[in-house]
């Protein structure tokens, strides 16, 4: 087809080529017109809209130019789920992640970051997992140390990450898996004036409010929410110069070990709704319109020519060029932890959003 058309443009001039441009921009424009949901075309996108960076809309309802992605390896952090693509970043919050690798480790310890999702390329809406994420401003960072030597690709993909809490008991710390270390960490991610929020479990935050004996000034960042036992989420402010970044209000004062705390460990949150809903209702995807104009341009916008391009700092290494691994997994985190199933505490229903 490529061929056909070039050389059609060959025998035809511009005006052949105006033709072919601009039927498929009404293509484009059909194709996002159509109702597709949103998340189908943004996941669709391997690489970022070659832009000045900028966040548009909301962490749960925007989308991202000139994102960048973290490079799969460096001194303090290994990027997992490889395969999701789900690296990408504003600028900013890619720079944070790295420094925050380099400040655990240099100063509390902690022998570096697995990272989970970031952001797409150009952020949007995901076909799996998150309602957040869509505007390069959120990080999810497991609460796994990172093993001393590196993980293949296939390793990335399929170990899983160490719950913080006790199995068979409800919302509560396992003092065998839980350390100090943690919550250095978690405290650590919650301390930069960028970061505002920092979601954990319930039985987290409640294990910072009872044992945190430093600075609690960055304990109110540290919010809770369902989840959030084997990773945690850093969420940053809008940058500056993101001007159509709509930013969320600051957090209370206060260090948040109140009743807002306290509430998670009542029936409400867990109880099963008292009716179901007669007929089934029907997922609302966000489509293109739904979102700020300006991600039509970002979805449309151009690709950089390689992901190496857009890859933040100069430690790149291709997502599938990863060692083997040298032992198993479980020599490294432990057998019950690498067969650990992603979820078993419940999900409360309707699900409480991030706050
Ligand atoms: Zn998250």
New binding site residues.
Partial sequence: MGLEIAAAVRRCGSAMLAFIVGASLLATEAASADGTPAKELFGAKALPAAMAPSSYGFYAKGCLAGGVAIPTDGPTWQAMRLSRNRRWGHPEMIALVERFSQDAAEKIGWPGLLLG?ISQPRGGPMTSG?A??QIGL?A?IWLTPMPQRTLSYEERESISATSMLQKNKFLTVDPSIWTPTHARLIMMAASYPQVERVFVNPAIKKKLCDTWKGDRSALGKVRPIYGHDYHF?IRIKCPEGSVGCKGQARVPAGDGCDKSLAWWFTDTPWAKPKKKPEKPVKPKFAKLSDLPKACALVLDGPAPTSEQEATYGTAYRPATAVPAAATSIEAVIGAAAAAAPLENIPVPLPRPTLQ
């Fill in positions: 999702d998150h957040s994420h959120d999810d989420h």
